[in-house]
């Protein structure tokens, strides 16, 4: 039995190694596509180049999750007040993650996004049209993103963040949370909409490489969070944090 169990655990390790490699493909040539569409509408100006940025993504991801065998379950989009502006806050445990944010938030929206990740061809052209790119060890870089963060809040474009900073490895809910999307809440007078991800991280966990499990994302827009309830942004960011973590912990079967 256990013989048994061996040899179907590696069937399986075999069979979703092989479907990242399908996943992989099938997302070179679906980014291959709207590099070329991106490249033929031009450069564009704010916000109407965002917007048509997202629209173009919602496309392109919901084509590649049915090409994958995924699939995408969204709640709490009635926490969206039509005519305002957000800082969409979410936990961040895998790549998928990155996939099924900003194409599905309500409303045009940018991501705060790794400045490296933009060197990529052809990706980087894309991953730099809907981000505010920052290098978190260059103390210039944070300084130069955060104002661009606060110019695109000025635009009426929603900022998403993920304020634990890089993927949750740990086996806790949510990692302590950086300081960024709550100060940029308070300075600019915006409310905040918790995020939170289920199941991303079993359809490509972080630690096993080469690996595509598919599934369906959940993910649930929890009701807004007024900065102006606290004395400062560090109370913000801890009840943000404790909202997360108790609306994780209550519905874990899902992950």
């Known amino acids: 039995m256990i013989g048994s169990f061996e040899i179907s655990t590696k069937m399986k390790n075999l069979l979703y190694k092989i479907l990242a490699i399908?996943?992989?493909?099938?997302?070179?040539?679906?980014?291959?596509?709207?590099?070329?569409?991106?490249?033929?509408?031009?450069?564009?100006?704010?916000?109407?180049?965002?917007?048509?940025?997202?629209?173009?993504?919602?496309?392109?991801?919901?084509?590649?999750?049915?090409?994958?065998?995924?699939?995408?379950?969204?709640?709490?989009?009635?926490?969206?007040?039509?005519?305002?502006?957000?800082?969409?806050?979410?936990?961040?445990?895998?790549?998928?993650?990155?996939?099924a944010l900003s194409p599905f938030v309500p409303g045009t929206n940018k991501t705060i996004a790794k400045a490296e990740m933009a060197k990529i061809p052809i990706f980087g052209m894309i991953y730099k049209r809907g981000s505010v790119l920052v290098n978190r060890k260059d103390k210039e870089s944070r300084s130069k993103s955060y104002m661009e963060m606060v110019h695109v809040l000025k635009l009426g474009i929603h900022m998403c963040i993920y304020p634990e900073g890089t993927r949750n490895k740990t086996h806790q809910p949510l990692k302590e949370f950086h300081d960024g999307a709550f100060r940029l809440a308070v300075e600019t007078k915006t409310n905040i909409i918790p995020t939170v991800i289920f199941n991303s991280k079993n359809i490509i966990p972080a630690d096993k490489g080469l690996y595509f499990k598919p599934g369906r994302v959940e993910m649930h827009f929890l009701p807004e969070v007024n900065y102006a309830k606290f004395s400062d942004s560090n109370e913000l960011k801890q009840e943000v944090h404790r909202i997360m973590e108790e609306f994780i912990l209550k519905n874990e079967k899902r992950n």
């Not at 399908?22 to 965002?50: M, N, Q, R, S, Y």
């Not at 049915?66 to 005519?83: A, D, H, P, V």
């Open 22 to 99: 399908w996943a992989l493909l099938i997302f070179a040539i679906t980014l291959l596509i709207v590099a070329i569409i991106l490249v033929f509408l031009g450069p564009g100006k704010e916000p109407g180049k965002t917007t048509v940025f997202i629209k173009i993504s919602k496309v392109w991801i919901s084509t590649f999750f049915f090409l994958t065998g995924c699939s995408i379950r969204i709640k709490g989009k009635e926490n969206f007040q039509k005519g305002q502006v957000y800082i969409v806050t979410a936990n961040h445990n895998s790549f998928m993650d990155v996939l």
